[in-house]
């Protein structure tokens, strides 16, 4: 009977990554709005009690993702602070790439919007998922700081706010307001990168 029922889990647990993998394609593509249990099976190409076998609804499967996507950037972002090498801008535009093709920013919007939002963001908060992006900034502007490529007296907690701020917003950002395609963003960048290396 205890066989049975690992295989079943086993099989449950099959299908929710399958069909996670497939949610991801939906939300790339169509974002979160384009994402429901019957846009799932047809992309997945099942039924769509299957989906409901997997995910007892939409706020689970998203919960899901959202939690998988957060913890995919966080890692990303560990990586990125932890390399060394580059130029400023390039490093700092890195940066901002990883927030933008990450589909964690709109999930986990989504997610704290919806029934449990409250919910996900304290399970997040204590498994220390949640972080300060501008601290991660500072304290790699910091590090450039030490090497003497950022400005002595560069204010590097100023920067790394106004920084990981205009990476938001242009994130969260939705017409009709104007938001900076990624080559303007690219320049913008490059040009607090010069204010925070060139010499009085």
């Known amino acids: 009977m205890a066989r049975a029922a690992r295989d079943t889990d086993e099989v449950r647990n099959e299908l929710r990554k399958k069909l996670l993998t497939h949610a991801r394609s939906i939300v790339k593509r169509e974002g979160t709005k384009g994402l429901t249990m019957r846009a799932l099976a047809r992309e997945a190409g099942t039924a769509v009690g299957l ?11 998203l919960w899901e993702l959202a939690w998988g996507s957060l913890r995919e950037l966080i890692a990303q972002i560990d990586d990125w602070s932890e390399r060394t090498g580059g130029d400023l801008a390039t490093r700092i535009m890195e940066f901002a790439t990883l927030h933008f093709d990450s589909l964690a920013p709109d999930l986990v919007d989504q997610v704290s919007r919806g029934p449990r939002g ?4 304290r399970a997040a908060a204590a498994a220390g ?9 500072t304290a790699f502007l910091e590090s450039r700081q ?17 920084l990981t701020a205009a990476i938001h917003h242009v994130l969260v950002t939705e017409p009709p307001l104007p ?22």
């Open 51 to 61: 989906s409901y076998k997997a995910f007892t609804s939409r706020d689970e499967l």
């Open 118 to 121: 409250d919910e996900f963001l």
């Open 129 to 137: 998922a949640t972080r300060s992006w501008a601290a991660v900034m």
């Open 146 to 162: 030490r090497t003497g490529e950022v400005r002595e007296d560069a204010d590097t907690q100023a920067f790394g706010f106004v």
């Open 179 to 200: 938001v900076p395609d990624r080559p303007a963003l690219a320049r913008h960048i490059a040009g607090v990168a010069a204010l925070l290396t060139s010499r009085p």
